[in-house]
């Protein structure tokens, strides 16, 4: 690389700061980069910066920028002549400080974020990139730093990470108590000799539990995802995960519909495993939905349900199961619908539930 | 008769997972700490087991999941979370059987379809 012609090819210091490794004059040299021009960029930059001097004692600061004061609330010459270490403080993180230490005795760039104080002692987050800038020689001349203030981005980040350890918590507990009800629900059904209807109960419990988990994180935004609640009610009946097909585009729905929908697909699963597409070796359930109109040009969440391979069937069956009676009277207190129609090959079912516009 | 042992502090699950068992024609012994469970393993030999992951406080069931594994027996991880087990627990890839989960299918699980102990 060639020096001095400004053809715009050359690594800018922006560039060399990018890359990761120091300021090398040689390389990152251009026609402005000292005297005038550099001075002017480093009074408008909204980026605090400033440079010490490493051969003077205690390595002060020699030079700050309009935006070094501002984001202190220093002024220059309160600023210039001392340590960087006068914005930190007693919350400042001292395994950070040791980082900028040993960048600045190895003469390595390095990025750290640590908590620094104001003038008014109000603290805030510093992503500060130091590193060493050489002269013509390769003699160390200056440590650069560059001081972003991302307070906001900490709070964010501390609030998203709580956020979501509270909704892993809220989770694991949810399944331990749904393992708990299961537990009561057997252990009664045994006592009374009424196992028969205790694991009905408990199957549409658990299908339930099934539907809500995966709700949690997303119940907040106000609807959920209807594919994640439809995959964990279903993977059940298909462990080995071959059997049942999944197609969906995103589709969201209120977080009450998951009740009616959740225990509207567990009675079709049941059902295919005891006659369906589920009770032979190679059946196979195809099941999608997506947002439609319905016949009175509401929005609507249709899934549909699609068995395919399994024992041939010829026309309505007699009795349907009062699980089935239990979920169409569920849809409907939500305004949908349940249709279903048996085809030679398997049966077809199509779960409407309108959305609340 | 087989013989299985159960690592679970939530008594409700336990007494569940117990009874079911029993309903299996196995015995099934229930500790509550991985101390119990290293307890009943001096004296017995079993031929299966079901572990919770997280037995509160920070335990968890991995010291008993590496003895069963260094022991030849099947077992399955039975659990609400299992971000929360350590690396070591994830890295023995035990069958895990996500709670909640009915009380019989953690028996079929375990049994195999045959009736059979599936391998660890």
């Given at each position: 690389?060639?020096?001095?012609?400004?053809?715009?090819?050359?690594?800018?210091?922006?560039?060399?700061?990018?890359?990761?490794?120091?300021?090398?004059?040689?390389?990152?040299?251009?026609?402005?980069?000292?005297?005038?021009?550099?001075?002017?960029?480093?009074?408008?930059?909204?980026?605090?910066?400033?440079?010490?001097?490493?051969?003077?004692?205690?390595?002060?600061?020699?030079?700050?920028?309009?935006?070094?004061?501002?984001?202190?609330?220093?002024?220059?010459?309160?600023?210039?002549?001392?340590?960087?270490?006068?914005?930190?403080?007693?919350?400042?993180?001292?395994?950070?400080?040791?980082?900028?230490?040993?960048?600045?005795?190895?003469?390595?760039?390095?990025?750290?974020?640590?908590?620094?104080?104001?003038?008014?002692?109000?603290?805030?987050?510093?992503?500060?990139?130091?590193?060493?800038?050489?002269?013509?020689?390769?003699?160390?001349?200056?440590?650069?730093?560059?001081?972003?203030?991302?307070?906001?981005?900490?709070?964010?980040?501390?609030?998203?990470?709580?956020?979501?350890?509270?909704?892993?918590?809220?989770s694991?507990?949810l399944k331990n108590v749904f393992a708990v009800i299961g537990?009561i629900v057997?252990?009664?059904?045994?006592?009374?000799?009424?196992?028969?209807?205790s694991s009905k109960i408990n199957e549409r419990v658990q299908a339930l539990g099934r539907a809500y988990e995966p709700t949690l994180?997303?119940a907040?935004?106000?609807?959920i995802?209807v594919?994640q609640a439809i995959r964990s009610v279903l993977n059940p009946y298909?462990?080995?995960?071959?059997?049942?097909?999944?197609?969906?585009?995103?589709?969201?729905t209120e977080p009450n519909a998951v009740s009616a929908m959740g225990l509207t697909l567990h009675e079709l699963a049941t059902?295919?495993?005891?006659?369906?597409?589920?009770?032979?070796?190679?059946?196979?359930?195809?099941?999608?939905?997506?947002?439609?109109?319905?016949?009175?040009?509401?929005?609507?969440?249709?899934?549909?349900?699609?068995?395919?391979?399994?024992?041939?069937?010829?026309?309505?069956?007699?009795?349907?199961?009062?699980g089935?009676?239990i979920a169409?009277r569920l849809l409907?207190y939500s305004?949908?619908?349940?249709?279903?129609?048996?085809?030679?090959?398997?049966?077809?079912?199509?779960i409407?539930l309108?959305?609340?516009? | 008769?087989?013989?299985?042992?159960?690592?679970?502090?939530?008594?409700?699950?336990?007494?569940?997972?117990?009874?079911?068992?029993?309903?299996?024609?196995?015995?099934?012994?229930?500790?509550?700490?991985?101390?119990?469970?290293?307890?009943?393993?001096?004296?017995?030999?079993?031929?299966?087991?079901?572990?919770?992951?997280?037995?509160?406080?920070?335990?968890?069931?991995?010291?008993?999941?590496?003895?069963?594994?260094?022991?030849?027996?099947?077992?399955?991880?039975?659990?609400g979370?299992?971000?929360?087990?350590?690396?070591?627990?994830?890295?023995?890839?035990?069958?895990?059987?996500a709670k909640p989960s009915g009380?019989?299918?953690?028996?079929?699980?375990?049994?195999?379809?045959?009736?059979?102990?599936?391998?660890?």
């Amino acid at each position: 690389m060639h020096r001095g012609n400004g053809d715009g090819s050359r690594k800018t210091f922006e560039q060399a700061q990018h890359t990761g490794r120091p300021f090398n004059a040689e390389e990152d040299n251009f026609p402005g980069s000292s005297g005038l021009l550099f001075e002017q960029a480093m009074a408008q930059t909204r980026m605090a910066v400033c440079l010490t001097d490493p051969r003077l004692e205690d390595d002060p600061i020699v030079f700050c920028n309009k935006a070094f004061e501002k984001l202190t609330g220093y002024k220059q010459d309160e600023i210039v002549g001392r340590n960087c270490r006068f914005l930190q403080g007693p919350k400042t993180d001292q395994s950070q400080v040791a980082k900028i230490r040993d960048a600045i005795r190895t003469e390595e760039v390095l990025v750290v974020e640590l908590l620094n104080y104001r003038k008014d002692g109000s603290t805030f987050w510093n992503a500060l990139h130091l590193g060493p800038i050489y002269d013509e020689e390769g003699k160390l001349r200056y440590f650069f730093g560059s001081q972003w203030d991302v307070t906001d981005i900490h709070l964010a980040r501390a609030e998203e990470k709580h956020a979501k350890a509270m909704a892993r918590e809220v989770s694991h507990r949810l399944k331990n108590v749904f393992a708990v009800i299961g537990g009561i629900v057997n252990i009664t059904g045994r006592a009374m000799n009424a196992r028969n209807v205790s694991s009905k109960i408990n199957e549409r419990v658990q299908a339930l539990g099934r539907a809500y988990e995966p709700t949690l994180d997303d119940a907040a935004l106000g609807t959920i995802e209807v594919g994640q609640a439809i995959r964990s009610v279903l993977n059940p009946y298909d462990p080995e995960g071959d059997r049942i097909l999944f197609e969906g585009n995103g589709a969201r729905t209120e977080p009450n519909a998951v009740s009616a929908m959740g225990l509207t697909l567990h009675e079709l699963a049941t059902n295919a495993s005891k006659y369906g597409a589920l009770s032979n070796e190679d059946g196979k359930i195809t099941v999608s939905w997506h947002h439609t109109e319905d016949r009175h040009e509401r929005q609507a969440l249709v899934i549909d349900w699609k068995e395919t391979g399994g024992p041939r069937i010829s026309g309505e069956p007699e009795i349907t199961g009062t699980g089935f009676d239990i979920a169409e009277r569920l849809l409907a207190y939500s305004r949908g619908t349940l249709d279903r129609t048996w085809e030679e090959d398997g049966l077809r079912a199509k779960i409407s539930l309108p959305l609340k516009s | 008769m087989k013989c299985i042992l159960i690592l679970e502090d939530e008594p409700l699950i336990a007494m569940d997972l117990q009874l079911a068992f029993e309903d299996a024609g196995a015995e099934a012994v229930v500790t509550v700490s991985c101390d119990e469970a290293f307890e009943a393993m001096d004296g017995a030999e079993f031929d299966g087991a079901v572990l919770d992951v997280n037995l509160g406080k920070g335990e968890t069931c991995e010291p008993v999941a590496v003895e069963l594994r260094a022991r030849g027996v099947p077992f399955l991880l039975h659990t609400g979370d299992l971000d929360r087990a350590g690396e070591a627990l994830r890295d023995l890839d035990a069958p895990i059987l996500a709670k909640p989960s009915g009380a019989d299918d953690v028996v079929s699980r375990l049994f195999g379809l045959n009736g059979q102990l599936q391998p660890a």
